[in-house]
């Protein structure tokens, strides 16, 4: 069975700042993996995935994140913080041995609360 | 522009109704899902659809029905039998193709239930 675990509920940074939000993920074969924001009241907006390739992938508003097979981590990053990016962060996992099926294999993290202090 | 529409935003209902939430795409996309928020849970999954006609369960579909008429179009229902039904709830869209399974998804803006 896959998971995802992202073990901070929230995480203050001030505006400024490098941020990072925290994602392990554990699936018997090898990972698609994704990270979304949810502003309040609002759905969830794509802002970067790993499918192979470079470990560091770069994603919307300047947000990236680093693949670590080895720690099983796949933590979103951005090297300057602004107010603006205060809003909930979803990390997401799929077992890329799935052979067919979509989102329904997806399984979702409980979420972290960035708090981006002026 | 091309996306999801989910309506309405917010939604009340009172206890032993049953209500009907709406989700539309326009991005060709073969595949919809319905998803359950609630505070410190993540997203938990109600329904799917790869295809038109077509639907299965998720992992918490009791006391919800759907249906997939069109392939633009996956209303959820919301029925008496769902014994705590206050939460926020959102339909995706992904694409279906197998080469594409890493594809990401795109989400409605949700829809607020309120059960008074």
């Known amino acids: 069975a896959q998971s995802v675990a992202q073990p901070e509920d929230q995480v203050n940074v001030a505006e400024g700042n490098p941020l990072t939000v925290k994602c392990t993920y554990s699936v018997s074969g090898n990972p698609y993996l994704f990270w979304y924001v949810q502003y309040p009241n609002r759905g969830l907006q794509f802002l970067l995935k790993?499918?192979?390739?470079?470990?560091l992938v770069k994603g919307s508003y300047g947000f990236e994140a680093e693949f670590n097979k080895s720690q099983t981590s796949f933590h979103l990053k951005k090297p300057s913080a602004l107010v603006s990016d205060s809003a909930l962060y979803f990390c997401?996992?799929?077992?890329?041995?799935?052979?067919?099926?979509?989102?329904?294999?997806?399984?979702f993290g409980t979420g972290t609360k960035l708090q981006v202090i002026p | 522009d091309g996306g999801i529409t989910q309506s309405p935003k917010y939604l009340f209902r009172k206890e032993g109704q049953n209500v009907t939430l709406s989700c539309e795409q326009n991005l060709n996309h073969d595949a919809m899902y319905w998803y359950r928020q609630d505070p410190g849970q993540g997203l938990r999954l109600i329904y799917y659809?790869?295809?038109?006609?077509?639907?299965q369960k998720g992992d918490i579909a009791e006391g919800y029905s759907v249906s997939r008429e069109k392939k633009e179009s996956f209303p959820l229902t919301v029925t008496s039998a769902q014994k705590n039904p206050t939460a926020f709830y959102l339909c995706?869209?992904?694409?279906?193709?197998?080469?594409?399974?890493?594809?990401?998804?795109?989400f409605g803006q949700g829809t607020r239930l309120t059960v008074v």
């Open positions: 995706a869209s992904s694409a279906r193709n197998n080469r594409a399974r890493g594809t990401e998804a795109f």
């Open positions: 997401a996992v799929r077992d890329m041995s799935e052979n067919s099926g979509g989102y329904q294999k997806v399984t």
């Open positions: 659809s790869q295809i038109v006609n077509d639907f």
């Open positions: 790993y499918i192979t390739g470079d470990n």
